[in-house]
């Protein structure tokens, strides 16, 4: 438990690293080889101080935890995004230029599948 005046990034840092070990025990409980976490680059040394701290914390519960590091998007290693968000959207948009360059996939087609029969535009139902 977090103390009520901690911050609220830390707070997420934590629950992440104890989320980490409960799905790598449940999904791979056989697993003993050591986990490696990759952060997208920061130049706050608070933020690095704060992810340091929790990772020390997180080590003395999982002693798989072998080492973290730093590193931009772009230079991430076999170029895969660091965070889900960017891999799903970077998936999303190559998928959308390949339906569009073959036309199998229009603009009006995706407006309502992202939008789920809103009318975007209006804020209404599309009929």
């Known amino acids: 438990m977090l103390p009520k005046d901690t911050n609220a990034y830390q707070g997420c840092l934590r629950h992440c690293f104890e989320s980490l070990t409960i799905r790598v025990n449940k999904q791979w409980p056989e697993y003993f080889d050591g986990l490696a ?3 997208d680059s920061t130049e706050s040394k608070g933020w690095a101080a704060i992810i340091a701290e929790e990772y020390d914390l997180a080590q003395k519960r999982d002693n798989r935890l072998c080492g973290y590091g730093f590193t ?7 170029g895969y995004p660091l965070q889900a ?3 799903v959207v970077g998936r999303v948009r190559l998928r ?3 339906e569009l360059e073959n036309g199998k996939f229009t603009r009006e ?3 309502k599948l992202i939008f789920k029969g809103a009318d975007y535009r ?4 599309m009929r």
Do not use: I, M
């Open 37 to 39: 976490v990759t952060f």
């Open 85 to 87: 968000a960017d891999l």
């Open 109 to 111: 087609k995706w407006d």
């Open 122 to 125: 209006t804020g209404s139902r």
């Open 96 to 98: 959308t230029k390949e």
């Open 72 to 78: 931009k998007d772009d230079q991430a290693p076999c």
